[in-house]
T-cell receptor, first 115, second 114 residues
Framework: GESVGLHLPTLSVQEGDNSIINCAYS??????FIWYKQESGKGPQFIID?????DKRQGQRVTVLLNKTVKHLSLQIAATQPGDSAVYFC??????????????FGQGTILTVHP | DARVTQTPRDKVTEMGQEVTMRCQPI?????VFWYRQTMMQGLELLAY????????DSGMPKDRFSAEMPDATLATLKIQPSEPRDSAVYFC????????????FGPGTRLTVL
């Protein structure tokens, strides 16, 4: 029978281009926002995080931007490589109490990098 | 190279059978998380432990699922009885509480319930 699943957003880019992956979050009380990368057959892998009182944070080839006004998070990957092909998840981290440390994941974006 | 390990990597079982999944968190990490990933629901948190104490298992169906940490080096997730709708990849992750946000995920257990 026909299977029904999540229709994940997809992004296809050429090797060497810059990629921008977007995420909308819901909980304005979250204290951290985090990006994870998941390659096929593997568990998610931490990329970068940003605290809620920051607008921008840079890592190696990656930059995360946070716009709290519109509850929007983005991940920019510079000079995208075929090895960057994966599903990218944004996650919100709970701020306190029993929510402390608890991550709520978005649905993910599939990034495909063509050589 | 410290890693979270999970066993088994793959499990095929019949409806009604008990399934036990095991996780060894990274030594020194005091938070352990169980997640379930499906095409329909994405990545969902099932249970969360800090210093071996369960903090939140609101994402877990209580009637058939149970999660425990018998000691600091072992976390278990049990399903009894299993149902076809439990088919998914189950991930364990560990982390260090405090300012660090990184959760280290294991390779997952792919469960198929026939």
């Amino acid at each position: 029978g026909e299977s029904v699943g999540l229709h994940l957003p997809t992004l296809s880019v050429q090797e060497g281009d810059n990629s921008i992956i977007n995420c909308a979050y819901s909980n304005s009380a979250s204290d951290y926002f985090i990006w994870y990368k998941q390659e096929s057959g593997k568990g998610p892998q931490f990329i970068i995080d940003i605290r809620s009182n920051m607008d921008k944070r840079q890592g190696q080839r990656v930059t995360v931007l946070l716009n709290k006004t519109v509850k929007h998070l983005s991940l920019q990957i510079a000079a995208t490589q075929p090895g960057d092909s994966a599903v990218y998840f944004c996650a919100e981290k709970g701020a306190g109490g029993t929510s402390y440390g608890k991550l709520t994941f978005g649905q993910g974006t599939i990034l495909t990098v063509h050589p | 190279d410290a890693r979270v390990t999970q066993t088994p990597r793959d499990k095929v079982t019949e409806m009604g059978q008990e399934v036990t999944m095991r996780c060894q968190p990274i030594l020194g990490h005091n938070t352990v998380f169980w997640y379930r990933q499906t095409m329909m629901q994405g990545l969902e948190l099932l249970a969360y432990f800090r210093n071996r104490a369960p903090l939140d298992d609101s994402g877990m169906p209580k009637d058939r699922f149970s999660a425990e940490m018998p000691d600091a080096t072992l976390a278990t997730l049990k399903i009894q009885p299993s149902e076809p709708r439990d088919s998914a990849v189950y991930f364990c992750a560990s982390g260090a509480s405090g300012s660090k946000n990184e959760q280290f995920f294991g390779p997952g257990t792919r469960l198929t319930v026939l």
